[in-house]
């Protein structure tokens, strides 16, 4: 078994910053790319970054130059380093990871971390 935990969300006023950070744990032998997630109420779920395990990293247009995404391969950690947030960022955040494991490649998600941002 594989599971992604996330933690770090919470409320913050515009303008402030928040860390999330995401742990997989289990019988994991490789971690490729992983990435986070956002989904607002009444919108479809979007990509806000991802990072592979080389460190390549893509961002959404709208966090550019806002967030920055990381992560630790001897932990099986990703972060997400958010600064001068905006009221449009609040969402559920995801994370998400390609994973292989005992029983071969999966791609996995996180339960998701409230970020609230008031104006």
């Known amino acids: 078994q594989v599971q992604l935990v996330e933690s770090g969300g919470g409320l913050v006023q515009a303008g402030g910053s928040l860390r999330l950070s995401c742990a997989a744990s289990g019988n994991i032998a490789v971690t490729n790319t992983m990435g986070w997630y956002r989904q607002a109420p009444g919108k479809q779920r979007e990509l806000v970054a991802t990072i592979t395990s080389g460190g390549s990293t893509n961002y959404a247009d709208s966090v550019k130059g806002r967030f920055t995404i990381s992560r630790n391969n001897a932990k099986n950690t990703v972060y997400l380093q958010m600064n001068s947030l905006k009221p449009e960022d609040t969402a559920v955040y995801y994370c998400?990871?390609?994973?292989?494991w005992g029983r071969g490649w999966g791609d996995y998600w996180g339960q998701g971390t409230q970020v609230t941002v008031s104006s």
């Open positions: 998400n990871a390609d994973i292989l």
